[in-house]
């Protein structure tokens, strides 16, 4: 079993990434996909005049604050545009994808938090009506349903609180979280990056291995949105999976190359 995250930012080969999941797939290869959409979310906020608003916590990590109307949008590109894309692309290629979002059956579940902690012009505010949480819970059931019924599961955020509230979570933790609870093998994180770059953003300083006991060390290297990444992979590797690699998407048969090993490997 393989978890395959693919992120929403812009450059990556969603057609090569897809192809690639198909010829896995017929060659027997038991999979869940996973998507973000952060990119096109933007656009889309933009777009009706609802701009996102990224917030820092005091330790350093980015985050999308996200009220009910950003929470809507989220849904709109994630569980809409985004996620029936890429199952329209399986399809055509003839594997028999199911789009899911983890409020679908509480495929993700996890706790509302409300509030979030964010550093502004140097001071730390809390800022209320967020909806946001962290994935605690994975719904296997349905997902070994699937799986051993012929299809190949294509999962986005949101997630459901224990309440039933939607709640926006990290693609790349729930992942981690789905790769423990499904004892998977690998991890594949892949976004528009080589890997995990020691002098971000040059692609000639990739680290190409990461002990997997020393995970969070490597953290100071990691840029914005790929702390989140990094710490995805403790978690996984700290939860039996047995490696994480940070892999690119923009590449030809992506996922073949990072389970051959191109990118960065945590083991």
Not at 22 to 44: P, Y
Not at 54 to 76: A, H
Not at 99 to 118: N, P, Q, T, W, Y
Request: glycine share 12%.
């Amino acid at each position: 079993m393989i978890i395959v995250k693919v992120g929403g930012s812009a450059g990556i080969d969603y057609d090569a990434v897809c192809a690639d999941i198909a010829a896995l797939w017929k060659e027997g290869q038991r999979l869940v996909l996973v998507h973000g959409g952060s990119g096109e979310t933007n656009r889309v906020a933009e777009a009706l005049g609802h701009p996102p608003r990224f917030v820092t916590s005091p330790s350093g990590y980015t985050s999308r604050f996200t009220d009910r109307e950003t929470l809507e949008i989220f849904e709109m590109v994630y569980c809409g545009k985004m996620n029936k894309g890429i199952v329209e692309r399986l399809q055509r290629l003839g594997v028999n994808a199911v789009g899911l979002s983890g409020l679908d059956g509480r495929i993700f579940e996890g706790r509302h938090k409300d509030s979030v902690r964010a550093v502004e012009n140097g001071k730390v505010k809390v800022l209320r009506g967020d909806h946001t949480g962290t994935v605690e819970k994975v719904n296997t059931g349905l997902i070994e349903l699937l799986l051993n019924a012929g299809y190949l599961p294509v999962l986005t955020p949101p997630a459901s609180s224990y309440e039933g509230v939607a709640i926006n979570v990290d693609g790349d933790r729930a992942s981690a979280a789905l790769a423990v609870a499904l004892r998977a093998e690998a991890l594949l994180l892949l976004s528009n990056v080589p890997g995990l770059l020691r002098a971000f953003p040059d692609e000639s300083s990739l680290i190409r291995e990461i002990p997997a006991g020393d995970v969070e060390s490597y953290l100071e290297f990691a840029q914005d949105r790929m702390k989140k990444k990094v710490l995805g992979a403790a978690e996984a590797v700290q939860g039996g999976v047995g490696r994480v690699v940070f892999g690119d998407a923009r590449q030809a048969q992506p996922v073949s190359a990072a389970l051959g090993g191109a990118g960065t490997v945590v083991a």
